[in-house]
Nanobody, 116 residues
Framework: VQLQASGGGLVQPGGSLRLSCAAS????????MGWYRQVPGNQRELLAS???????NYVESVKGRFTISRDNGKNTVYLQMNSLKPEDTAVYYC???????????WGQGTLVTVSS
């Protein structure tokens, strides 16, 4: 499975962005996808996940602001980010997991900068 994240950019505090993650390859083997972010010097942090059945989970810091969704027809997972804060500034990555729990290699991340 190959992953390509896109949609990052510069946005003012309080603004919104929608990130996209296009998956290709053995799509049928994916059981769960997630969005992570990483600030230099910190560990990569899981923000939200969505199962193949559509069940979602969020870390507390983004609940009510971020929404993960998927379009199975386009093999794409989205992260709608609203009410963005400067502390949301990071490189955002998507991840895909198999039924055995194996994570496929990270794709290229997309940089989100929240600044006035």
């Amino acid at each position: 499975v190959q992953l390509q994240a896109s949609g990052g950019g510069l946005v003012q505090p309080g603004g919104s962005l929608r990130l996209s993650c296009a998956a290709s390859g053995s799509i049928g083997s994916i059981i769960l996808m997630g969005w992570y972010r990483q600030v230099p010097g910190n560990q990569r942090e899981l923000l939200a996940s969505i199962t193949s059945g559509g069940s979602t989970n969020y870390v507390e810091s983004v609940k009510g602001r971020f929404t993960i969704s998927r379009d199975n027809g386009k093999n794409t997972v989205y992260l709608q980010m609203n009410s963005l804060k400067p502390e949301d500034t990071a490189v955002y990555y998507c991840a895909a997991y198999s039924r055995s729990g194996t994570r496929w290699p990270w794709g290229q991340g997309t940089l989100v900068t929240v600044s006035s």
